[in-house]
């Protein structure tokens, strides 16, 4: 399995300004994602983080609102850019190891 | 893209009997199919898997079925306990190393 740590582990942003998310992994694994959760509701993929490239982004996700980066196979970033009320929501890596896609704690953001 | 829909939304069973949840996924070429619980406040956990190679597989009071032909699949919980109370996500992806779509969600209650 994979110990997965995010930080921070909750925050609360102003609009405007944004919050960098930071996952981090305790072995090197090829594949890492990035998921949203709104409150009561399904995960969301946000992106595909490819180390050594730019991140593969879903549709309606867009690499100005959500820059990734992902500089070595056991560290990645989500930054969440011009906050709205909107991006309030839980935010979640997740990584695959041996054949299990494993979850970080989540990064819980509210926007004021 | 792939979308997996799940029903029911909610599910409420008395102790002892049986759950089920069922999805359906549109894209034919998904061949995994991974069930998570997600507690209160908690990340989600891995439960079971499927893979398309088989029709069902069984975990103690967990198991799940596969209708490739159809894609359907269900998540069947036997003899549910108190510990059963949750919300379940099933999931459909290429392989257990590709990104996951996750289906709405089904929030289970066991009545004592």
């Known amino acids: 399995s994979a110990v997965i740590s995010q930080k921070p582990s909750r925050d609360i942003c102003q609009r405007g300004t944004s919050l960098t998310i930071q996952c981090q992994v305790d072995?090197?694994?090829?594949?890492m994602f990035w998921y949203r959760q709104q409150p009561g509701q399904s995960l969301t993929l946000i992106a595909t983080?490819?180390?050594?490239?730019?991140?593969?982004?879903e549709s309606g996700f867009v690499i100005d609102k959500f820059p990734i980066s992902r500089p070595n196979l056991t560290f990645s970033t989500l930054t969440v850019s011009n906050l709205s009320p909107e991006d309030s929501s839980i935010y979640l890596c997740?990584?695959?190891?041996?054949?299990?896609?494993?979850f970080g704690p989540g990064t819980r953001l509210l926007v004021l | 893209g792939e979308n997996v829909e799940q029903h029911p939304s909610t599910l409420s069973v008395q102790e002892g009997d049986s759950a089920v949840i069922k999805c359906t996924y549109s894209?034919?070429?998904?061949?995994?199919f991974p069930w998570y619980k997600q507690e209160l406040g908690k990340r989600p956990q891995l439960i079971i898997d499927?893979?398309?190679?088989?029709g069902e597989k069984k975990d103690q009071r967990i198991a799940v079925t596969l209708n490739k032909t159809a894609k359907h699949f269900s998540l069947h919980i036997t003899e549910t306990q108190p510990e059963d109370s949750a919300v379940y996500f099933c999931?459909?992806?290429?392989?257990?190393?590709?990104?996951?779509?996750f289906g709405s969600g089904t929030r289970l209650s066991i009545r004592p």
């Open positions: 499927i893979r398309s190679n088989v």
């Open positions: 997740s990584v695959v190891s041996g054949e299990t896609q494993y």
């Open positions: 072995s090197q694994v090829t594949m």
């Open positions: 894209d034919s070429a998904s061949n995994y």
């Open positions: 983080a490819n180390q050594g490239s730019e991140a593969t982004y």
């Open positions: 999931a459909a992806s290429k392989s257990s190393a590709s990104k996951i779509i």
